[in-house]
């Protein structure tokens, strides 16, 4: 028997299992497939304050007794909201499983959002944000998404704003609890050293009574748009993001785009690393990332550089951009690959992190992507895959920058200082 399966209750939710024989943990997760994304201007930062008051107590418990109780047996319960995906999880020893899965329904099924604890959980939520907005490098990325997808729920920050935080009220969250935490699509993901057959016995117990309501609305793709946006403040560092579309996460491309992500800015060897902080020091923190969503995706670098670094970081991204499009070694994408594939590999060592693996695939395939089938797909990818996907990639047409700190469009490609023009996906 595999030993990943899945198990589909009567009410539509399904159970993802991994069993790890040789591992002393287990991680479970509830998965909801709702986020930022799923939330409009005005309740933006809904789905993350839910996150926060889902530990504040149930009928059962006091949240200082979930904190006790999970702490006890030295266990780790915890949550995070993303643009799509919500998860609420614990990690505890094998034989501690069925505790962990006792709380997660708790505060899952029964939370009281009481109106004192809800009270005082925004006064949290609200610190939060203002130590979002007092770390550039962090609030940067959220300033970027906002401007690259313009007008789109998906560019929202996670965290909403000051003023939605404050108006939001018990009906309001309960009403968007029920609406999307309750939705059909609401997934349970675990692995670590379990027999499958006792967690889905105990997990049925539980969710498998639960009543599924329809889900949320489904959302129009978004588009990117290109052009800049500088943000004066008087900081040390100008903070950049510069970014533009990539493909969605299934994509058949997929694979050529996180091999040209981990060339670019992935690692000290990369690139960007080499030629911004290696040998010319103009800046401490350099990197490139992808994020990639169900229908869209981008590609950004970012730096963190001087005022008067600023134009000569920007210029040098864009001409790495372009170098990537003009052909790579050989020797440099077959040690790209190894970077990839031994990353990925090290990363799922652990009992939380094949946790993670299993809802992600359910979430974006809607079936488990064996590691073989990951690992095909990367060393297919040949040079020509490569340039040519990283020229339609890094067209200058569809570039976005975003800069924070004493900057100014002085020294910019005039590119960079147009008015905004809608970009496309790759």
């Known amino acids: 028997m595999s030993l990943i399966q899945k198990n589909i209750f009567n009410n539509g939710i399904s159970v993802i299992t991994e069993e790890m024989p040789d591992v002393e943990s287990s991680c479970v997760g509830i998965w909801v497939p709702a986020g930022s994304r799923n939330e409009t201007r005005e309740n933006n930062g809904i789905s993350h304050f839910i996150e926060h008051l889902l530990f504040k107590g149930t009928a059962r418990r006091t949240a200082l007794d979930i904190s006790r109780e999970i702490e006890s047996v030295g266990g780790m319960l915890n949550a995070f909201t993303g643009r799509e995906m919500t998860c609420f999880y614990a990690k505890v020893l094998n034989k501690d499983l069925p505790l962990a899965i006792d709380l997660l329904s708790d505060i899952f099924l029964h939370s009281k959002f009481d109106k004192a604890e809800m009270e005082k959980e925004r006064l949290v939520v609200l610190q939060e944000i203002k130590m979002v907005e007092d770390t550039p490098d962090d609030l940067i990325h959220d300033l970027f998404a906002e401007r690259f997808w313009k007008g789109h729920a998906i560019g929202r920050s996670v965290l909403g704003t000051t003023a939605n935080i404050k108006r939001i009220g018990r009906d309001g969250a309960l009403g968007y609890f029920t609406r999307h935490y309750r939705g059909a699509g609401v997934f349970i993901a675990a692995a670590g050293g379990f027999k499958t057959k006792g967690v889905v016995k105990l997990l049925k117990e539980t969710f498998g009574r639960l009543r599924l309501r329809q889900g ?211």
Do not use: W
């Open 216 to 426: 949320g609305v489904v959302k129009d793709g978004p588009a990117s748009f290109a052009g800049s946006r500088l943000i004066k403040k008087d900081l040390e560092q100008v903070h950049l993001c510069m970014g533009v579309p990539a493909p969605e996460q299934c994509h058949p491309d997929r694979f050529k785009v996180y091999l040209i992500n981990t060339m670019l800015g992935s690692g000290m060897s990369s690139r960007l690393f080499q030629e911004i902080r290696e040998k010319r020091g103009l800046a401490y923190s350099v990197y490139s990332y992808l994020s990639l969503c169900r229908d869209a995706g981008s590609l950004v670098a970012y730096a963190g550089t001087s005022k008067e670094s600023f134009p000569e970081v920007v210029a040098l991204m864009l001409k790495e951009f372009a170098r990537l499009g003009k052909g790579v070694g050989k020797d440099e994408l077959a040690n790209a690959k190894e970077q990839l594939k031994g990353g990925m590999l090290l990363g799922l060592e652990t009992s939380d992190s094949r946790m993670t693996k299993l809802a992600r695939d359910e979430f974006y395939f809607g079936r488990h992507v064996p590691v073989k089938e990951i690992v095909r797909g990367i060393n297919k990818v040949t040079l020509k895959d490569i340039s040519e996907t990283a020229r339609r990639l890094f067209n200058p047409e569809l570039v976005t920058l975003v800069a924070m700190g004493r900057v100014s469009k002085n020294g910019l490609p005039k590119r960079l200082q147009a008015a905004d023009k809608q970009g496309a996906s790759l």
